[in-house]
């Protein structure tokens, strides 16, 4: 789904820089079969890619050189678990690699690993989400084939309500006699 999409807003150009932001070693290796995936599908030439710790952004050299490769890339990737707030200093780190970014275009993608499916978004990809729009970007995200819920707000979870019969809607349409309009 994310290549998907990331093919569709990519046909212009091809993306040269792609900076990796994992938590855990074992999410570390989600985002690397991910990177796999996407330079497999051909859909780029060249991509350079940095991958940085969460443990390290916090530190002064590491994590000014990370927030300079984030301002400079065409896709900035978060592999972490969805539970929790992120740790006030990724979000300072965030906010750094933000600010020096300016009005290029690219991508936020969210590969959150879940414990449990979820009703609702977490607080972590609602963050993405809304760092990616302060930021101009899109903002992509990797949800299992089997978690079928969507993300409130989202086009398909407006596409899904749509759909959806409930006893009232069935009432209205059967129940009530149908009269034509009155004549002006």
């Not at 890619?49 to 390290?56: D, L, R």
């Not at 449990?116 to 760092?131: D, G, K, N, W």
Request: some cysteine; hydrophobic content about 40%.
């Amino acid at each position: 789904m994310v290549q998907q999409q990331i093919k569709n807003k990519s046909e212009a150009r091809d993306a040269r820089c792609v900076v990796i932001i994992y938590e855990t070693p074992s999410i570390r290796e989600h985002a690397v079969k991910f990177c796999e995936h996407l330079v497999e599908s051909g859909l780029y030439r060249a991509m350079e890619m940095n991958w940085w710790p969460f443990h390290v952004l916090g530190e002064s050299t590491p994590g000014g050189d990370a927030a300079q490769k984030a301002a400079e890339a065409d896709i900035v990737v978060f592999a972490m678990n969805s539970s929790g707030d992120l740790p006030d200093e990724i979000k300072r780190w965030i906010e750094c690699w933000l600010n020096k970014r300016g009005e290029r275009e690219g991508a936020v993608v969210g590969l959150l690993s879940r414990e449990e499916p979820h009703e609702m978004a977490s607080f972590r990809q609602i963050y993405l989400r809304h760092v990616a729009r302060r930021a101009g970007m899109d903002y992509l995200s990797h949800t299992p084939p089997t978690d079928k819920r969507a993300i409130p707000d989202s086009l398909d979870s407006f596409t899904e309500r749509a759909a959806r019969m409930t006893s009232v809607l069935d009432k209205i349409l059967h129940e009530f006699p149908r009269t034509p309009p009155p004549r002006l």
